[in-house]
């Protein structure tokens, strides 16, 4: 098996390849050196910054209004699914601590088709998932509009679109011109968030044990508890749970791989899964079923002001703000890794991975991100963007499981992982069967998008790719 | 041999003057050539983009330094973090001293401080292999009252008076000791002591009539948090370049953590 990637695409590019020696807080490489500079604070405030927008935020009132409490245990399912794809991910990014994320492992494990496949859908289904949160920001500033007076009844759903685009475009200005060090905001950002969080579910346990009491209104639809719809719930939520992939696209820049890697990634989808179960175990304890489904996207702020009156409604709506933005934010980073990875390996045009000489910022590739958000975020569609987020990712996430399994077998001599997943083929094997098997809980509607955009990814392959070979490479 | 390093900011213009380049001739350098990136740019991207340009660049650095006398080399490095950078280089290279660099011509007379808990002992070892045999004037400051490393009488002696008189007793004697063991290497030296106000602003006070400050390192404190380095301070309000003596007691007493102890402030570095 080579080494090296080889073969050229349609501009007669070819992959880049070096030897490089990685340490614990460097990559060296033959001239020069590239500093680690991301601790396990920033991975898991990476990770946790995704995915809490979107879980906590977003979809209590979706989930809970279609199932009721059972929504609970479609938040479990997801993140036993998570976990079975997060172990398997940091074994492949402990040894392949690269950026770029699951379509390095993919292209490394199964090759060329699967690689270009996956890293294009990594970057669409980033798209989706950026568009996703976009939109469930908007619904959290009209809240606020509402809140301090400027109620906006009729074409609502227009001015949550006009809100998301606006926000689409400004994200995507701020990363080409913005040097100023974010990270720093988001680990505050995430903390902040998180101990607004605990406080807030704390109370709420509380209520729902009797020990504090407040009126919840009354109704009567019941919980549904089935296989069928906590699946179905559990395929719609599970965009909630893309995050820990993203701290895979930094891998490079994390520092003492090694450690912090399988440690971010676990450690951020234990933490959300917690607080998910947790937020829809208080919510629908307090709102019925019907409730939570007139109130919709912004259900939580309904359920905070329920339990601590306006202050608690503010508290989420600033909550709510800042998680989506922190999600939209992190995405796009993650966007533009995922599309340098891909056209370093000669499978997008080089021009992908241009840095602009005025601010140092990757503007093609943030552009790559930034304007297909910005149309997904016009439609306003959530639970469509969300479900071909998850679809695109669920693809990625079986693969990694499949390539684990691979690349273990053909074990490449630089194959040298620090994490090994125990229990031999177990977990990945698993993983990869609930990955595939949630997408067949999702609605036709999403399913249909979703391989329409993986075949437009396998046909750019075909068409411009074809003699790139990446297997087995480093 | 004692080793310098040299940090470049070497794709913005970043060049170091002829006279910190003079100075340096008596001793090895290595030229640290770094990149800052914005969050959104991975290193690798940047890499690919600027190295040959960043190498280029960085070699003719290393040349004018290898010119002037010791022995020169470089490396590069792309970071999101410079300070990170800094410290894991010039640990990487075992360096004595990392350069602030400033802009001067001729460097007749070099401003050494010893003021704060600093390692004194490692600052003069320096001070005499930077200067070597040339005619270059050191002046020994100390501003009274922030005491002397390893002084605990002086510490005291401060405590019980604190009156600035009193405490600039210890320190005299101490400053007193320091110039002679430079006048015993051959060294022109004077000494200066400063009675009142902040540590920093006597020292800048007395920078004029010096091309140059050589000062220690400290441990990060609140006011390095809020303000910055005291070495970046110094050399902004100077400026001329700095050299900033690397602190390696702790080093010297724990080598053989050394390797746990890298482990454990890994994940805590990037607060």
Redesign the interface.
């Given at each position: 098996m080579p080494d090296e990637p080889s073969g050229r695409n349609l501009d007669g590019d070819a992959p880049?390849a070096e030897s490089v020696v990685e340490t614990?807080?460097?990559?060296i490489?033959d001239?020069?050196?590239?500093?680690r500079?991301?601790?396990?604070?920033?991975g898991l405030a990476i990770g946790v910054g995704t995915m809490i927008g979107a879980g906590i935020f977003v979809f209590p009132g979706l989930a809970g209004g279609e199932i009721g409490t059972a929504a609970a245990a479609s938040f479990a399912v997801g993140g036993v699914i998570a976990l079975l794809v997060a172990l398997p991910t940091s074994e492949l990014a402990t040894a392949m601590p690269?950026?770029g994320g699951g379509y390095y492992f993919i292209s490394r494990g199964l090759g060329t088709l699967a690689g270009t496949v996956i890293g294009l859908s990594l970057w669409l289904g980033l798209v989706f998932a950026t568009a996703f949160y976009l939109v469930g920001l908007g619904y959290y500033a009209l809240d606020a509009l509402a809140q301090v007076g400027l109620a906006v009844g009729a074409g609502s759903d227009a001015v949550v679109s006009v809100i998301a685009v606006l926000a689409g475009l400004a994200f995507t200005v701020l990363?080409?011109t913005?040097?100023e060090?974010?990270?720093k905001l988001q680990n505050g950002i995430v903390a902040l968030l998180l101990s607004m969080l605990v406080a807030f579910l704390g109370f709420g346990l509380l209520e729902a044990f009797g020990l504090v009491a407040v009126d919840t209104p009354p109704g009567q639809a019941a919980n549904v508890w089935g296989a069928g719809p906590v699946l179905s719930v559990a395929a719609l939520v599970f965009t909630s749970y893309l995050g820990f992939a993203q701290v895979a696209t930094?891998a490079?820049?994390m520092?003492?791989p090694g450690?912090?890697l399988p440690l971010a990634m676990v450690g951020s989808v234990v933490t959300v899964t917690v607080l998910y179960v947790l937020a829809i175990f208080v919510a629908t304890n307090i709102f019925t079923r019907d409730a939570l489904l007139s109130a919709g996207e912004t259900a939580m702020v309904e359920v905070g002001r329920a339990l601590l009156g306006p202050a608690g409604a503010l508290v989420i709506i600033v909550g709510g703000l800042l998680a989506t933005m922190s999600s939209a934010n992190a995405s796009i980073?993650s966007t533009?890794?995922a599309i340098?990875g891909v056209s370093?390996d000669a499978l997008l045009p080089r021009r992908a991975?241009?840095?602009n000489l005025r601010?140092?910022?990757?503007h093609v590739a943030?552009g790559m991100a930034g304007g297909p958000v910005v149309v997904l975020a016009a439609t306003g569609q959530v639970q469509l963007l969300a479900e071909v987020a998850s679809f695109l990712h669920l693809i990625m996430y079986g693969l990694m499981c499949v390539a684990l399994v691979a690349i273990r077998r053909d074990r490449p001599a630089w194959y040298d992982p620090d994490f090994v997943v125990p229990g031999g083929s177990v977990v990945p094997v698993l993983g990869a069967l609930a990955s595939f098997g949630l997408i067949a809980f999702m609605d036709r509607l999403s399913i249909i998008v979703g391989i329409a955009v993986i075949a437009a990814t396998a046909g750019w392959y075909f068409y411009y790719a074809r003699d790139v070979s990446l297997k087995g490479a480093l | 041999m004692t080793r310098v390093l040299v940090p470049v900011a070497v794709l913005e213009g970043g060049s170091v003057s002829p006279g910190l380049i003079s100075l340096l001739g008596a001793v090895d350098v290595t030229v640290l050539g770094y990149h800052v990136l914005p969050e959104q740019t991975p290193p690798d991207q940047a890499r690919l983009r600027f190295e040959e340009r960043a190498t280029s660049a960085l070699e003719d650095v290393s040349q004018e330094f290898a010119a002037a006398g010791g022995a020169a080399d470089h490396r590069l490095v792309f970071t999101h973090d410079r300070e990170q950078t800094i410290r894991r280089v010039a640990g990487e290279v075992d360096a004595d001293a990392f350069a602030v660099p400033g802009t001067t011509g001729d460097v007749d007379r070099i401003l050494v401080s010893l003021s704060g808990d600093v390692d004194a002992d490692r600052i003069l070892s320096f001070v005499e292999a930077l200067v070597g045999d040339r005619d270059v004037g050191v002046t020994l400051f100390l501003a009274a009252g922030a005491g002397m490393v390893g002084d605990g009488a002086a510490d005291a002696a401060a405590s019980e008076r604190p009156v600035p008189t009193g405490a600039g007793d210890g320190a005299d004697a101490r400053l007193a000791a320091a110039a002679d063991r430079l006048r015993e290497a051959g060294l022109d030296v004077d000494a200066a002591t400063a009675a009142e106000g902040s540590p920093f602003d006597a020292l800048i006070d007395a920078v004029p009539g010096h091309d140059a400050v050589v000062m220690g390192e400290r441990a990060p404190s609140f006011r390095s948090f809020v303000f910055g380095e005291e070495s970046e301070r110094v050399a902004a309000a100077s400026v001329g370049p700095v050299l900033v003596v690397r602190d390696r007691r702790a080093d010297d007493e724990s080598d053989e953590d050394v390797a746990s102890a890298a482990d454990d402030t890994a994940p805590a570095a990037d607060e």
């Amino acid at each position: 098996m080579p080494d090296e990637p080889s073969g050229r695409n349609l501009d007669g590019d070819a992959p880049v390849a070096e030897s490089v020696v990685e340490t614990e807080s460097a990559t060296i490489t033959d001239d020069a050196e590239l500093e680690r500079t991301i601790g396990l604070t920033g991975g898991l405030a990476i990770g946790v910054g995704t995915m809490i927008g979107a879980g906590i935020f977003v979809f209590p009132g979706l989930a809970g209004g279609e199932i009721g409490t059972a929504a609970a245990a479609s938040f479990a399912v997801g993140g036993v699914i998570a976990l079975l794809v997060a172990l398997p991910t940091s074994e492949l990014a402990t040894a392949m601590p690269r950026s770029g994320g699951g379509y390095y492992f993919i292209s490394r494990g199964l090759g060329t088709l699967a690689g270009t496949v996956i890293g294009l859908s990594l970057w669409l289904g980033l798209v989706f998932a950026t568009a996703f949160y976009l939109v469930g920001l908007g619904y959290y500033a009209l809240d606020a509009l509402a809140q301090v007076g400027l109620a906006v009844g009729a074409g609502s759903d227009a001015v949550v679109s006009v809100i998301a685009v606006l926000a689409g475009l400004a994200f995507t200005v701020l990363n080409v011109t913005g040097t100023e060090n974010a990270a720093k905001l988001q680990n505050g950002i995430v903390a902040l968030l998180l101990s607004m969080l605990v406080a807030f579910l704390g109370f709420g346990l509380l209520e729902a044990f009797g020990l504090v009491a407040v009126d919840t209104p009354p109704g009567q639809a019941a919980n549904v508890w089935g296989a069928g719809p906590v699946l179905s719930v559990a395929a719609l939520v599970f965009t909630s749970y893309l995050g820990f992939a993203q701290v895979a696209t930094v891998a490079g820049e994390m520092k003492d791989p090694g450690r912090n890697l399988p440690l971010a990634m676990v450690g951020s989808v234990v933490t959300v899964t917690v607080l998910y179960v947790l937020a829809i175990f208080v919510a629908t304890n307090i709102f019925t079923r019907d409730a939570l489904l007139s109130a919709g996207e912004t259900a939580m702020v309904e359920v905070g002001r329920a339990l601590l009156g306006p202050a608690g409604a503010l508290v989420i709506i600033v909550g709510g703000l800042l998680a989506t933005m922190s999600s939209a934010n992190a995405s796009i980073l993650s966007t533009s890794r995922a599309i340098y990875g891909v056209s370093k390996d000669a499978l997008l045009p080089r021009r992908a991975s241009r840095i602009n000489l005025r601010y140092g910022t990757p503007h093609v590739a943030l552009g790559m991100a930034g304007g297909p958000v910005v149309v997904l975020a016009a439609t306003g569609q959530v639970q469509l963007l969300a479900e071909v987020a998850s679809f695109l990712h669920l693809i990625m996430y079986g693969l990694m499981c499949v390539a684990l399994v691979a690349i273990r077998r053909d074990r490449p001599a630089w194959y040298d992982p620090d994490f090994v997943v125990p229990g031999g083929s177990v977990v990945p094997v698993l993983g990869a069967l609930a990955s595939f098997g949630l997408i067949a809980f999702m609605d036709r509607l999403s399913i249909i998008v979703g391989i329409a955009v993986i075949a437009a990814t396998a046909g750019w392959y075909f068409y411009y790719a074809r003699d790139v070979s990446l297997k087995g490479a480093l | 041999m004692t080793r310098v390093l040299v940090p470049v900011a070497v794709l913005e213009g970043g060049s170091v003057s002829p006279g910190l380049i003079s100075l340096l001739g008596a001793v090895d350098v290595t030229v640290l050539g770094y990149h800052v990136l914005p969050e959104q740019t991975p290193p690798d991207q940047a890499r690919l983009r600027f190295e040959e340009r960043a190498t280029s660049a960085l070699e003719d650095v290393s040349q004018e330094f290898a010119a002037a006398g010791g022995a020169a080399d470089h490396r590069l490095v792309f970071t999101h973090d410079r300070e990170q950078t800094i410290r894991r280089v010039a640990g990487e290279v075992d360096a004595d001293a990392f350069a602030v660099p400033g802009t001067t011509g001729d460097v007749d007379r070099i401003l050494v401080s010893l003021s704060g808990d600093v390692d004194a002992d490692r600052i003069l070892s320096f001070v005499e292999a930077l200067v070597g045999d040339r005619d270059v004037g050191v002046t020994l400051f100390l501003a009274a009252g922030a005491g002397m490393v390893g002084d605990g009488a002086a510490d005291a002696a401060a405590s019980e008076r604190p009156v600035p008189t009193g405490a600039g007793d210890g320190a005299d004697a101490r400053l007193a000791a320091a110039a002679d063991r430079l006048r015993e290497a051959g060294l022109d030296v004077d000494a200066a002591t400063a009675a009142e106000g902040s540590p920093f602003d006597a020292l800048i006070d007395a920078v004029p009539g010096h091309d140059a400050v050589v000062m220690g390192e400290r441990a990060p404190s609140f006011r390095s948090f809020v303000f910055g380095e005291e070495s970046e301070r110094v050399a902004a309000a100077s400026v001329g370049p700095v050299l900033v003596v690397r602190d390696r007691r702790a080093d010297d007493e724990s080598d053989e953590d050394v390797a746990s102890a890298a482990d454990d402030t890994a994940p805590a570095a990037d607060e």
